[in-house]
């Protein structure tokens, strides 16, 4: 039940099976009453006819009241079919009757109903042959107590009044009305089935564009699309533009985010800057120069955090690594251009992360230029997709890490080497960014001989 | 050996062109990218060093707009943002070299005197011709193994002709490579530079080619 009052469909689904079952139930009803009241009409004209006959052939004699007919016509050969003649005390029955007599119930008093438009007159010609009304009309028991309906006419013979009553079963009537219902409920339950389905069909079709957006919307989330579609049903539209709106902004507001590190870092670096010339100018005392490399190292450290903190909930980007890592290479060879590295890149060519591409290029970034710093003369960088994972290793043939130092590099704001800025600074940055955004960074000795780092990140779909 | 200096930062800019002065550099300052967008465009140098946060006109787009006309001068990135993506825009956008602040002065002169030298096809960092020899590394002149006392203005038109040695180097051009952009410049300095400067290297020729320029060469004429 909660599903039904929870769930759009269920909604939509209750209310119509309650509409359609409603208007059903109301026409089976109307259907009962119209059927009911023919019946009654039938078998009341049946019994009429009855009485007529008995009349017509009733004799009075004097030694009492004498039925004409020698044997009771069907249906009043069966129990349940019973006519009677009243007169004083004397009583003729049926012979289904088997000797009881009817108690004939007391009926409403009779009103002489006016006369029928003479149109009708024709079409109706049995209430005209009783005179001062057709008879009346009554329920009660028979002799074996089963219900039975009853026509009882009161005549004026030879200036004495007999009363002649018909009857017939209740059952006469509840039978073939029951025979006559049962198809017209299947119909009624076939059409109710028929209609409901037509309304999940319906409710499908009005719901299918919920579908597609919640699909468009993931979309988003797993950064294959960057906004909603266009062309939305005009219900959704409004909804979608919103989503639009929000995602525009959520997105403008990690690009702000960002800029304000860029210009924090602008802002903090260049008086750095300057007062590191000043005292370059000054004499350069060492121990000056130092608190300017501490200052330069926490500034760097914090607006690395920060950059990071700006990516604030689940990522939505992917970012193919083709380019990034060519790009990111190529950068290298300018940056270490004197060294003469020999750099050789082995990618998929799909592969791609779900990661911001500014920090793809951190990573990469960070980890590749320690590769080309601490290199004699090779740079491998291999690029395999997993299942769930894309796999980034680069490795070098340098004089590697011991398991200390690993340990060490990993921890954040360790920093190895005072004399190559960047080392053991990058590498916990690498491995920040990378836990960000579920991954993992592997440090152990590289077939080459050197340090491989392998970035493990969660690979775009 | 001309330097244009795009900083906006006035207090880093004088210290940093001071420096360069002092390391025989001719500097011209720009204060805004729209300034150095044009002064790079319109004049020679051997040499830029390109803040990316500038006012007007952010570095990328200045760099950008001197490859698209077709300006090969070697571009030194130096600037505040040590994100590796803007490293990686920075030498998509045809950066040379990159460097973040704060800095010692040390390490952007060698780094200009490396692009230099690599920009005019050298890779040794020892330039030889004859008797002479030019240590581009610490911007120092030999003859002989023995150090060659230089004026600043000396130093200037025999680094750029070190630089093309054997290869006539224009008398404009030389004058461009020399003389920062706001000097008063005599039309006859440089031919008495070139008189002083034979005068000091003896055997190693300095050869007028008339109405080209100067060649420096080892061939005994």
Same mark, same amino acid.
């Given at each position: =039940?909660?599903?039904?009052?929870?769930? &759009?469909?269920?909604?939509?689904?209750?209310?119509?099976?309650?509409?359609?079952?409603?208007?059903?139930?109301?026409?089976?009803?109307?259907?009962?009453?119209?059927?009911?009241h023919?019946?009654?009409?039938?078998?009341?004209?049946?019994?009429?006819?009855?009485?007529?006959?008995?009349?017509?052939?009733?004799?009075?004699?004097?030694?009492?009241?004498?039925e004409?007919?020698?044997?009771?016509?069907?249906?009043?050969?069966?129990?349940?079919?019973?006519?009677?003649?009243?007169?004083?005390?004397?009583?003729?029955?049926?012979?289904?009757?088997?000797? *009881?007599? &009817?108690?004939?119930?007391?009926?409403?008093?009779?009103?002489?109903?006016?006369?029928?438009?003479?149109?009708?007159?024709?079409?109706?010609? !049995?209430?005209?042959?009783?005179?001062?009304?057709?008879?009346?009309?009554?329920?009660?028991p028979?002799p074996?107590?089963?219900?039975? *309906?009853?026509?009882?006419?009161?005549?004026?013979?030879?200036?004495?009044?007999?009363?002649?009553?018909?009857?017939?079963?209740?059952?006469?009537?509840?039978?073939?009305?029951?025979?006559? =219902?049962?198809? #017209?409920?299947?119909?009624?339950?076939?059409?109710?089935?028929?209609? #409901?389905?037509?309304? =999940?069909?319906?409710?499908?079709?009005?719901?299918?564009?919920?579908?597609?957006?919640?699909?468009?919307?993931?979309?988003?989330?797993?950064?294959?699309?960057?906004?909603?579609?266009?062309?939305?049903?005009?219900?959704?539209?409004? !909804?979608?533009?919103?989503?639009?709106?929000?995602?525009a902004?959520?997105? *403008?507001?990690?690009?702000?985010?960002?800029?304000?590190?860029?210009?924090?870092? *602008?802002?903090?670096?260049?008086?750095?800057?300057?007062?590191?010339?000043?005292?370059?100018?000054?004499?350069?005392?060492?121990?000056?120069?130092?608190?300017?490399?501490?200052?330069?190292?926490?500034?760097?450290?914090?607006?690395?955090?920060?950059?990071?903190?700006?990516?604030?909930?689940?990522?939505?980007?992917?970012?193919?690594?083709?380019?990034?890592v060519s790009?990111v290479?190529?950068? =290298?060879?300018?940056?270490?251009?004197?060294?003469?590295?020999?750099?050789?890149?082995?990618?998929?060519?799909?592969?791609?992360?779900?990661?911001?591409?500014?920090?793809?290029?951190?990573?990469?970034?960070?980890?590749?230029?320690?590769?080309?710093?601490?290199?004699?003369?090779?740079?491998?960088?291999?690029v395999?997709?997993?299942?769930a994972?894309? #796999?980034?290793?680069?490795?070098?043939?340098?004089?590697?890490?011991?398991?200390?130092?690993?340990?060490?590099?990993?921890?954040?704001?360790?920093?190895?080497?005072?004399?190559?800025?960047?080392?053991?600074?990058?590498?916990?940055?690498?491995?920040?960014?990378?836990?960000?955004?579920?991954?993992?960074? #592997?440090?152990?000795?590289?077939?080459?001989?050197?340090?491989?780092?392998?970035?493990?990140?969660?690979?775009?779909? | 050996m001309?330097?244009?200096?795009v900083?906006?930062?006035?207090?880093?800019?004088?210290?940093?062109?001071?420096?360069?002065?002092?390391?025989?550099?001719?500097v011209?300052?720009?204060?805004?990218?729209?300034?150095?967008?044009?002064?790079?465009?319109?004049?020679?140098?051997?040499?830029?060093?390109?803040?990316?946060?500038?006012?007007?006109?952010?570095g990328?787009?200045?760099?950008?707009? %001197?490859?698209?006309?077709?300006?090969?001068?070697?571009?030194?990135?130096?600037?505040?943002?040590?994100? %590796?993506?803007?490293?990686?825009?920075?030498?998509?956008?045809?950066?040379?070299?990159?460097?973040?602040?704060?800095?010692?002065?040390?390490?952007?002169?060698?780094?200009?005197?490396?692009?230099?030298?690599?920009?005019?096809?050298?890779?040794?960092?020892?330039i030889?011709?004859?008797?002479?020899?030019?240590?581009?590394?610490?911007?120092?002149f030999?003859?002989?193994?023995?150090?060659?006392?230089?004026?600043?203005?000396?130093?200037?038109?025999?680094?750029?002709?070190?630089?093309?040695?054997?290869?006539?180097?224009?008398?404009?051009?030389?004058?461009?490579?020399?003389?920062?952009?706001?000097?008063?410049?005599?039309?006859?300095?440089?031919?008495?530079?070139?008189?002083?400067?034979?005068?000091?290297?003896?055997?190693?020729?300095?050869?007028?080619?008339?109405?080209?320029?100067y060649?420096?060469?080892?061939?005994?004429?």
């Open positions: =039940m909660s599903w039904l009052t929870a769930s &759009l469909r269920g909604r939509l689904l209750l209310a119509a099976t309650i509409l359609i079952a409603a208007a059903l139930i109301g026409t089976a009803a109307v259907t009962y009453v119209i059927l009911d023919f019946m009654h009409r039938q078998i009341d004209q049946q019994l009429d006819s009855e009485i007529l006959a008995l009349r017509s052939t009733l004799v009075t004699t004097a030694a009492g009241m004498e004409g007919r020698q044997v009771d016509g069907p249906p009043f050969d069966r129990p349940g079919w019973y006519w009677q003649i009243n007169s004083g005390g004397s009583v003729l029955r049926s012979r289904s009757l088997s000797g *009881h007599t &009817l108690d004939i119930p007391a009926g409403p008093p009779v009103l002489v109903p006016p006369p029928p438009p003479p149109n009708e007159r024709a079409s109706r010609p !049995l209430p005209d042959l009783f005179e001062g009304g057709p008879p009346r009309p009554g329920d009660g028979g074996d107590g089963q219900s039975l *309906h009853f026509r009882t006419k009161t005549f004026a013979l030879g200036g004495q009044p007999i009363t002649i009553t018909a009857t017939a079963p209740q059952d006469a009537f509840v039978r073939p009305l029951r025979d006559a =219902m049962t198809p #017209v409920l299947l119909a009624l339950l076939i059409t109710a089935a028929a209609l #409901v389905a037509a309304m =999940m069909f319906q409710v499908q079709l009005g719901l299918k564009p919920l579908q597609v957006l919640r699909r468009a919307v993931a979309d988003i989330r797993a950064g294959r699309a960057e906004r909603l579609p266009g062309g939305q049903p005009l219900e959704i539209a409004p !909804l979608t533009d919103e989503l639009n709106k929000l995602i902004d959520n997105a *403008h507001g990690l690009a702000r985010s960002r800029r304000h590190v860029a210009n924090l870092a *602008h802002g903090l670096k260049t008086p750095l800057a300057n007062l590191s010339l000043a005292l370059q100018r000054h004499g350069d005392s060492p121990e000056l120069q130092a608190l300017v490399g501490v200052m330069d190292r926490r500034i760097r450290h914090h607006l690395a955090r920060a950059r990071v903190a700006a990516l604030d909930g689940p990522a939505r980007a992917q970012t193919r690594l083709g380019t990034r790009d290479v190529a950068a =290298m060879m300018q940056i270490h251009a004197e060294r003469g590295i020999a750099c050789e890149v082995v990618a998929e060519p799909d592969a791609a992360v779900r990661c911001e591409p500014q920090d793809v290029d951190e990573m990469l970034g960070n980890l590749v230029d320690n590769a080309f710093k601490w290199a004699a003369s090779q740079v491998r960088i291999s395999q997709c997993k299942d994972s894309t #796999v980034i290793r680069i490795e070098d043939d340098g004089p590697g890490l011991t398991t200390e130092a690993i340990a060490n590099v990993i921890r954040p704001g360790q920093r190895l080497d005072e004399h190559a800025p960047g080392y053991g600074f990058g590498l916990p940055i690498a491995r920040e960014l990378a836990e960000l955004y579920g991954g993992h960074l #592997v440090l152990e000795r590289a077939a080459l001989g050197g340090l491989s780092a392998s970035l493990t990140l969660p690979r775009a779909t | 001309r330097v244009l200096l900083e906006d930062d006035s207090a880093l800019a004088r210290q940093m062109a001071d420096f360069l002065r002092a390391e025989n550099f001719a011209d300052i720009a204060a805004n990218g729209e300034d150095g967008r044009h002064l790079g465009l319109t004049e020679a140098y051997d040499v830029a060093i390109l803040d990316l946060g500038l006012p007007k006109m952010d990328a787009q200045v760099l950008r707009a %001197w490859r698209s006309a077709g300006r090969t001068l070697p571009v030194l990135i130096l600037t505040a943002r040590d994100g %590796w993506s803007e490293k990686v825009d920075g030498f998509k956008a045809g950066a040379d070299d990159f460097l973040t602040k704060p800095f010692r002065i040390e390490e952007v002169v060698m780094r200009l005197r490396a692009l230099v030298r690599r920009a005019a096809g050298h890779g040794d960092t020892n030889r011709c004859g008797a002479l020899s030019y240590d581009t590394q610490l911007g120092l030999e003859l002989d193994g023995l150090p060659l006392r230089l004026t600043g203005l000396e130093w200037r038109v025999l680094s750029c002709l070190a630089l093309r040695k054997e290869m006539v180097v224009q008398r404009a051009d030389l004058l461009e490579r020399v003389y920062e952009g706001d000097a008063e410049v005599d039309s006859n300095s440089v031919e008495v530079i070139i008189t002083r400067l034979r005068r000091k290297l003896g055997a190693v020729r300095i050869e007028t080619v008339r109405g080209l320029g060649r420096l060469t080892a061939d005994m004429a």
